[in-house]
Nanobody
Framework: QVQLVESGGGLVQAGGSLRLSCAAS????????MGWFRQAPAKEREFVSA????????LYADSVKGQFTISRDAAKNTVYLQMNSLKPEDTAVYYCAARTSFGDWRQLAQYAYWGQGTQVTVSS
């Protein structure tokens, strides 16, 4: 099993920045990719970004390209999401996820492990 714990959420003003962290433990050697998803009130959970654990290849949703940056520290089994120029529409619960197989990193159902989520609120 893989256990994931997110941190770094909070309340920020529009235009500000936050860095989310997700620490993985357990059978981390089996991970192929880690990703970030978000869910706003009354909306479905959506893909934000993902990174390959072996190659560091990255993938972003069109809505956050140029605004968010995903990175990893393999030695610490940790993935980060640097969020800049935050807007009120970025307000959501952000979830870290991990998958142990290859495939379409954008599909929520393909991720087997999930963190508890961390709240990000952007004020206007």
């Amino acid at each position: 099993q893989v256990q994931l714990v997110e941190s770094g959420g909070g309340l920020v003003q529009a235009g500000g920045s936050l860095r989310l962290s997700c620490a993985a433990s357990g059978r981390t050697f089996s991970m192929k990719a880690m990703g970030w998803f978000r869910q706003a009130p009354a909306k479905e959970r959506e893909f934000v970004s993902a990174i390959s654990w072996s190659s560091s290849t990255t993938l972003y949703a069109d809505s956050v390209k140029g605004q968010f940056t995903i990175s990893r520290d393999a030695a610490k089994n940790t993935v980060y999401l640097q969020m800049n120029s935050l807007k009120p529409e970025d307000t959501a619960v952000y979830y870290c996820a991990a998958r142990t197989s290859f495939g379409d990193w954008r599909q929520l159902a393909q991720y087997a492990y999930w963190g508890q989520g961390t709240q990000v609120t952007v004020s206007s």
